[in-house]
């Protein structure tokens, strides 16, 4: 049999056994809700270190083995005067240590306490409870409510079960939707936050903090909701008037799942009324170490609740901003917990992104800049603008037209789609030949690349540099610069999405996920973005290669 450390092991160990090592205390809670645990050891530590009864805590979801079951009766349990279990699904989702747990109270006179984990009354439970139902009615109006404050009143309630001088308060209720702050109304625009009543009730909010300090240094202010789930007619309710309280530039959601049904019609939801954008926004339930092995990134379990359901909604996906940190033992309950630990740099790239968002919608139509990248696959002049099914530079042209009429500014547009492939063709594209003749008016110095190159990572110029040499040796450069595949039209620049590399097969690398991209591929989108000042870019034709670049899927 292979036994685990639970000092190493994960929360959710699948088959395996574990053997939690916990020595015995007058008092044992057991339940599946991580955030449960960790603020029922926040409120023990408010108690103080001499406070009793003694108390152990263990998740249910590293007691699915029956040896692991086993151990934890011998070792822990048997010397208990109390044991409280929380069971969400009934007895049938513990179904072995509700029965072990039932013959050592009866065995040894231990008080057991079985709750639902919901708000559903589980007669079958109480029947299986040791103690009175209007105990256990009581207690289960601590853990309903939820909350460190009333977490802590049930350790009180249950200290003076157990015969120790403790008068507990009343629960509390705890909202379905509440506010965790609101903006300074210092005229700087609102980004809502929203996110899972769960971290406030475990106390577990660094990221919470970390997300609002970072939209306040890129110069938003934040009005953040906790919410215990957005299809809940009473969120809604709660949501809605919050965001009409306080008109919001953008909505960050931390939330999973849809209030859409998937296949059905779209539902309203809590954000439709604002017409603003939704930034979905996502605390893996992994570690951080597990997504930079992987070339996925992401986890299946994280990828639905976060990422596939949230686009039924019309969310906008970012990234993940959190990871769950290193499992740290509480000394004083022996339970090893772990923590959302949020990202610097990827929280503070969502923060950048909002701010985008609010100023793309402050800027009036005209003054927009707005890239369209026409897709070339492979990378020969035959196949520029290409799409399957798609006639793009009709298609182009047509883009180009909308936004005439709403507004932005387009000037010098092609008047039709032979005059749209002559412009392309007589500048620079990724076909290498007859580049001397090729005319440019878009460029940028390699000296300027240089200085961009150096704001990423060693470790990436060092692979640039080693597959395609320095940046001077690229295709595209001429006299001392790289001469982009970029058309001017006013305000809107038209141009071709750069090839993943020259003089590579493009059928074998253009999805190449290990293949790093040229300088000249960087020179692109970095004159877009920090050159020009690009506020949308868009790719039309056949899906582009920005995707297949390395980097985690998600």
């Not at 039924?312 to 940190?325: E, M, P, Q, W």
Request: aromatic content about 6%.
């Amino acid at each position: 049999m292979h036994l685990l450390s639970a000092r190493s092991a994960p929360s959710d160990v699948g088959d395996d056994a574990v053997d939690l090592g916990q020595s015995p205390a007058e008092l044992v809670i057991l339940s599946a809700a991580e955030s449960e645990l960790s603020g029922l050891a926040a409120a023990h530590a408010r108690r103080g270190a001499a406070a009793r009864p003694t108390l152990r805590l263990a998740n249910l979801l590293q007691l699915h083995h029956p040896l692991s079951v086993d151990l934890y009766v011998e070792k822990t349990l048997c010397a208990a005067r109390l044991i409280v279990v929380r069971l969400l699904g009934g007895r049938s989702y513990w179904s072995y240590g509700v029965e072990q747990l039932r013959r050592l109270a009866l065995e040894r006179g231990i008080g057991l306490v079985c709750l639902p984990g919901d708000d559903r009354p589980d007669p079958e439970l109480a029947r299986l409870s040791t103690l009175p139902n209007e105990l256990l009615d009581a207690l289960h109006g601590y853990f309903l409510h939820g909350g460190i404050e009333n977490l802590g009143a049930a350790l009180e309630f249950l200290a003076s079960e157990l015969g120790y001088d403790a008068t507990p308060p009343s629960p509390r209720a705890l909202p379905k939707a509440g506010l965790y702050c609101e903006p300074k109304g210092d005229g700087r625009p609102i980004a809502a936050l929203v996110f899972y009543r769960a971290m406030v009730q475990s106390g577990d909010l660094a990221l919470i903090d970390a997300i609002i300090a970072a939209l306040d240094e890129a110069g938003l202010n934040c009005l953040a909701l906790h919410v215990a789930g957005l299809k809940d007619p009473e969120v809604q309710a709660v949501v809605e008037a919050a965001l009409a309280r306080h008109p919001v530039s953008i909505v960050l959601n931390l939330t999973g799942f849809a209030v859409t049904t998937p296949g059905a019609a779209a539902s309203r939801t809590p954000f439709s009324a604002t017409g603003r954008p939704v930034l979905q926004l996502i605390a893996s339930g992994g570690s951080e170490s597990a997504w930079a092995a992987g070339t996925t990134g992401l986890s299946p379990r994280d990828i639905a609740m976060s990422v596939a359901l949230p686009e039924i909604d019309g969310r906008l996906l970012t990234r993940a901003v959190s990871f769950k940190g290193d499992p740290v033992t509480d000394a004083a309950t022996e339970i090893t917990l772990t923590r959302y630990r949020p990202v610097p740099d990827r929280v503070a790239f969502v923060a950048r992104l909002s701010r985008a968002w609010v100023d793309l919608a402050k800027t009036p139509a005209a003054e927009r800049r707005v890239a369209v990248l026409l897709a070339n696959y492979p990378d020969r002049d035959g196949r520029l603008a290409n799409g399957v099914g798609l006639d793009t530079p009709a298609s182009t042209l047509a883009v180009l037209e909308a936004l005439a009429q709403a507004g932005y500014h387009v000037t010098d547009a092609p008047p039709d789609t032979g005059a749209l492939m002559a412009m392309l063709q007589a500048g620079p594209t990724n076909a290498l030949a007859d580049r001397a003749t090729r005319r440019s008016t878009i460029s940028l110095p390699v000296e300027t690349y240089r200085r961009l190159l150096a704001t990423i990572p060693a470790a990436a110029r060092a692979e640039i540099d080693a597959r395609w040499g320095p940046p001077e040796v690229d295709p595209h450069v001429v006299d001392g610069a790289f001469r982009l595949s970029l058309h001017s039209l006013g305000r809107v620049v038209l141009g071709i999405q750069p090839a993943r590399g020259y003089q590579v097969d493009p059928n074998a690398t253009y999805h190449s996920p290990d293949l790093v991209p040229p300088h000249g591929y960087l020179a692109c989108y970095w004159w877009l973005r920090h050159i020009w000042g690009a506020q949308a870019v868009v790719h039309l034709g056949k899906h582009g290669n920005l995707e297949w670049l390395p980097g985690k899927a998600l």
